[in-house]
């Protein structure tokens, strides 16, 4: 799935010199141009070597070639006996043929000498096949028997060479490649690691980030609100989906508005060894809303707002040591958008995940149950909800600080900023919240 909606006919650009503060933007960025601009500017980050056990979710930084085979040995697919299969041929439960048992093999321990002709050895399922043997004849094909004290084996069916048997480099095999370059480790590829005597593996570095979180109306969460409080939730959000990411997330910072407040909190947060930088609040055009000049002090604005609904106030740039910083609005839905939309396309392809510009939720085309309506000239991220098979609604909403809208949503519909929206009965592309 590509981002074919974030297209548009219509290609405006910000200029990060105006001051949008009371007067509102008097341009949006188009979303496309935002993300072309960092898609130029996305290169995926160096590699690091990590134990097997640290690997899981990971992405490769190059192919994986075996060194070993996988079996290194040849080995029995099942417990019975192992024995010549030229030694089997005409044996039948009516006229069975008859072998001495030499011994046992079993697996870390395997029957020490060879087989001569004629002979057989009691194995279990993995176990090495001795010197001479090529077959294994099933358990529930053989009777054991004794007879003067000798112990023999009935073959009530036969078995042709290399039957039951694992060869020397069935499961991989010395000099191929088991994973390749960009693969995100699953439990059982970072078992196929292990598998080869591997202790640990090259991966791409995680992108770390790193979050200021501005406002006098703030409390961190877990602090019960006091009068004219509220909790910041965007924190918890945004660690959420920078984890599902492949993220690694920093302890947030806090600053209070206000230009020497907020101008320290930029500092503490530049100091610090985040390669993504993201700021929310104080980025709309409220007269407090100081950041966006605050941050052209120690870096460079790109886009400050951009044609979405509701990520309007959103900005982008570059720190002056390059690292690429979003302004990200404080309202949680505004919020949540605007990561979804433009952070974290970066974040994947930063740390090397396949197809980082797609969103990564399950998508599946659903019908509309009532009218969703949109506004040409912006991207518009619409919360639907299931009201029947195969149908979705628009969640009602007041406004981008909601964040329950997003709670009781199944997922979102982007709609495209040439698109009023589409009636009732109209199959809608739905991005679903939940894997």
């Not at 039951?164 to 499961?171: A, F, I, K, N, R």
């Amino acid at each position: 799935m590509s981002h074919t909606p974030f297209t548009s006919a219509s290609r405006r650009t910000s200029r990060p010199s105006d001051d949008p503060r009371m007067r509102g933007f008097q341009a949006r960025a188009d979303l496309a141009d935002a993300l072309t601009l960092l898609r130029e500017r996305a290169v995926r980050l160096p590699a690091e070597s990590v134990p097997l056990a640290a690997a899981f979710g990971r992405v490769l930084a190059g192919d994986v070639l075996a060194p070993i085979d996988v079996p290194g040995y040849v080995r029995a697919a099942v417990d019975g006996y192992a024995l010549r299969g030229e030694d089997s041929f005409g044996a039948t439960v009516d006229a069975p043929l008859v072998l001495p048992v030499r011994g046992d093999s079993l697996p870390g321990r395997p029957y020490p000498a060879a087989l001569g002709p004629g002979e057989a050895v009691r194995i279990a399922t993995g176990a090495p096949l001795p010197a001479g043997a090529d077959a294994v004849l099933q358990a529930e094909l053989a009777r054991e028997v004794v007879r003067g004290g000798r112990v023999l084996v009935e073959l009530l069916g036969s078995v042709p060479p290399l039957r039951h048997t694992g060869q020397v480099g069935e499961d991989m095999s010395r000099g191929t490649c088991v994973l390749a370059a960009g693969r995100r480790l699953r439990p059982q590829d970072v078992g196929a690691l292990a598998s080869l005597g591997l202790a640990d593996v090259s991966v791409v570095r995680r992108p770390r980030l790193g979050l200021l979180v501005t406002g006098d109306e703030l409390v961190p969460p877990g602090t019960p609100p006091g009068p004219h409080q509220i909790v910041d939730s965007n924190s918890l959000v945004l660690a959420g989906l920078v984890a599902r990411d492949c993220g690694e997330w920093l302890a947030p910072l806090r600053a209070r508005d206000g230009a020497e407040a907020l101008r320290a909190g930029l500092d503490a947060l530049l100091a610090g060894p985040a390669d993504v930088l993201l700021i929310t609040g104080a980025t709309s055009v409220g007269p407090e809303d100081l950041m966006p000049q605050i941050f052209r002090e120690r870096g460079e604005l790109d886009v400050h707002g951009l044609a979405v609904r509701p990520a309007s106030p959103t900005a982008l740039g570059r720190a002056h040591d390059g690292r690429p910083a979003f302004l990200l609005p404080g309202n949680p839905v505004s919020c949540l958008c605007a990561y979804e939309l433009v952070v974290g396309p970066l974040v994947r392809a930063l740390g090397g995940l396949p197809d980082p510009w797609a969103f990564p939720h399950r998508s599946v085309e659903l019908v509309l149950a009532r009218k969703l309506t949109s506004k040409v000239g912006r991207t518009d991220f619409v919360r639907v909800r299931r009201v029947g098979a195969g149908e979705v609604e628009p969640v009602a909403t007041s406004g981008a600080s909601n964040l329950s809208s997003t709670v009781v949503a199944d997922g979102f519909v982007l709609v495209d900023a040439d698109s009023e929206g589409a009636a009732a009965g109209e199959p809608v592309r739905v991005h679903l919240f939940d894997p």
